[in-house]
T-cell receptor
């Protein structure tokens, strides 16, 4: 079915490089979320979009993290000058409305060498 | 967000019922109780949610205590595919972000 799609599935980058992670939400879903999941931990909230508006970015760990959703559908999470502690699985979720259940993609596993 | 407390792990036998407990003694009147599960190498998957009354769907049942300070996720007949980490999360409609804890790891024995 047409679930949430994330690409790439795996990304390896050298410390200091910039990376971009893509999320294709379910068509028609207004709300889009990004989460970060470290090994052995539960996902942690990064940022939230309602259509193209970024309404909450309180979870972004530093100004090296930037997210956008310019046309209210596809979203990109960009990490500049990556560091080893950025290694994690980055999950994207979408929902029809903010109070509806969230549908998650399978994530991008980012490894920083 | 109000916090939830879950055991670290639980084991069950295939085809038997499983009761996964969750304590949330500081729950507020507007908090919904959500359950998500995460299979290995996959993103979390919505299971069920409720406010006050018990809820049933095709995946599971949610039993909510009368004082709402605890709840139990019930899988009626566990299968090997139900082996996953189960997260109990409190969430209001207005605060849409999910705050995951460590969850409970469910193992299912054949």
């Amino acid at each position: 079915g047409a679930g949430v799609s994330q690409s790439p599935r795996y990304k390896v980058a050298k410390r200091g490089q910039d990376v971009a992670l893509r999320c294709d939400p379910i068509s028609g879903h207004v709300s889009l979320f990004w989460y970060q999941q470290a090994l052995g931990q539960g996902p942690e909230f990064l940022t939230y979009f309602q259509n193209e508006a970024q309404l909450d970015k309180s979870g972004l760990p530093s100004d090296r993290f930037f997210a956008e959703r310019p046309e209210g559908s596809v979203s990109t999470l960009k990490i500049q000058r990556t560091q080893q502690e950025d290694s994690a699985v980055y999950l994207c979720a979408s929902s029809l409305r903010r109070d509806q259940p969230q549908h998650f993609g399978d994530g991008t596993r980012l490894s920083i060498l | 967000d109000a916090k939830t407390t879950q055991p670290n792990s639980m084991e069950s036998n295939e085809e038997e019922p499983v009761h996964l407990p969750c304590n949330h003694s500081t729950i507020s009147g507007t908090d919904y109780i959500h359950w998500y599960r995460q299979l290995p190498s996959q993103g979390p998957e919505y299971v069920i949610h409720g406010l006050t009354s018990n809820v049933n769907n095709r995946m599971a049942s949610l039993a909510i205590a009368e004082d709402r300070k605890s709840s139990t996720l019930i899988l009626h007949r566990a299968t090997l595919r139900d082996a996953a980490v189960y997260y109990c999360i409190l969430n209001t409609g207005a605060n849409s972000k999910l705050t995951f804890g460590k969850g409970i790891t469910l193992s299912v024995r054949p």
